[in-house]
């Protein structure tokens, strides 16, 4: 299941277990922050739309459509939430 393996993947980052690192995280979160974002859940959605925008930073890889599809999103979700400051 994809929340399963998602969540499993960056807790494998967060414990540093080798062969998991930016890249890995960057998609496990996005797919997380959608699947969410599906769900209506947009607390958790802004959460790993967050985290795979922070992910793809550290892999030097802010012009791959993971990290700005996430900001997209993450300005979707504010205008959503009447945010448009944050948009």
Same mark, same amino acid.
């Given at each position: $299941?994809? &929340?399963?393996? /998602? *969540?499993?993947? +960056?807790?494998?980052?967060?414990?540093?277990?080798?062969?998991? &690192? &930016?890249?890995?995280?960057? =998609?496990?979160?996005? =797919?997380?922050?959608?699947? =969410?974002?599906?769900?209506?859940? +947009?607390?958790?959605?802004?959460?790993? =739309?967050?985290?795979?925008? &922070?992910? /793809? @930073?550290?892999?030097?890889?802010? @012009?791959?459509?993971?990290?700005?599809? /996430?900001? /997209?999103? *993450?300005?979707?979700?504010?205008? @959503?939430?009447?945010?448009? $400051?944050?948009?």
């Amino acid at each position: $299941d994809l &929340e399963t393996v /998602s *969540l499993d993947i +960056l807790q494998k980052i967060d414990g540093r277990m080798m062969g998991y &690192e &930016e890249t890995s995280g960057r =998609y496990a979160a996005f =797919y997380l922050a959608s699947l =969410y974002r599906s769900k209506k859940d +947009l607390v958790n959605a802004k959460v790993y =739309y967050k985290k795979s925008i &922070e992910f /793809s @930073e550290s892999a030097n890889a802010s @012009e791959s459509g993971y990290y700005l599809f /996430s900001l /997209s999103n *993450l300005a979707r979700i504010a205008i @959503e939430e009447n945010q448009t $400051d944050l948009a």
